[in-house]
């Protein structure tokens, strides 16, 4: 069996988080219930701190640190604490979800019911809600794909690498650089194409038909 080569396993294409993607699931949030509420502070909270779904499951609500806009994550084996962003358009929706929020518990997600948000809870409710927004295809994997779209686009941004990876919780830069090749690959390969011609190029000025 040493000599037996492992099977080459084919390399799938890891989606990003368009814009458009993303107001189509703003637009489906209503802010007046208290399921649009809790979705759209999730969702931004996904997109602005790079956060892991457990990490965000985990938060109460004294790790919401307002005066210096920060989150407190605390999570892990050796129960490492890291602060991660608290952006504006964050701040907003998570203020709209406490206004709906009356159950005296110290977890900031809560169910309608008054309950804990559980890891099952929010996958079945944001595979659903995939499907109503009819971008289910493109957000396979329903929570990482924010925290890849966070890191590529904190890079592009002028953030330094190193301020992305401490925040993100990376021990290494492996997983970072990863992601801003594939995206800056994607985008790249898309405007080369823009001007393309399926016959080959034009001569003279003139297609060729």
């Known amino acids: 069996m040493d000599k037996v080569k492992a ?55 004294d790790d919401l640190q307002w005066e210096n806009s920060t989150i407190r994550v605390i999570f892990g084996k050796g129960q490492k604490e890291r602060q991660v962003p608290f952006h504006r358009e964050a701040q907003r929706a998570v203020l709209r979800y406490l206004q709906h929020r009356q159950v005296d518990l110290p977890w900031l997600w809560v169910t309608s019911s008054g309950k804990r948000l559980t890891r099952e809870g929010l996958t079945s409710d944001f595979r659903r809600f995939y499907e109503r927004a009819g971008i289910r295809k493109d957000m396979k994997d329903a929570f990482h794909i924010f925290r890849r779209t966070w890191a590529a686009n904190s890079v592009r941004q002028g953030i330094p690498s190193p301020y992305t990876q401490a925040v993100a919780g990376w021990s290494t830069a492996e997983m970072l650089d990863q992601y801003v090749r594939a995206m800056e690959a994607e985008e790249g390969a898309i405007e080369a194409y823009k001007d393309f011609d399926p016959f080959g190029g034009k001569k003279n000025g003139k297609g060729r038909g």
Request: charged share 25%; aromatic share 10%.
């Open 7 to 61: 099977p080459k396993l084919p390399k799938v294409r890891k989606p990003f988080v368009s814009e458009d993607h993303f107001r189509a699931l703003l637009e489906l949030c209503p802010l007046n219930t208290f399921t649009g509420a809790r979705r759209q502070s999730v969702f931004w909270i996904f997109l602005t701190s790079g956060i892991r779904r457990d990490e965000l499951l985990s938060l109460k609500i």
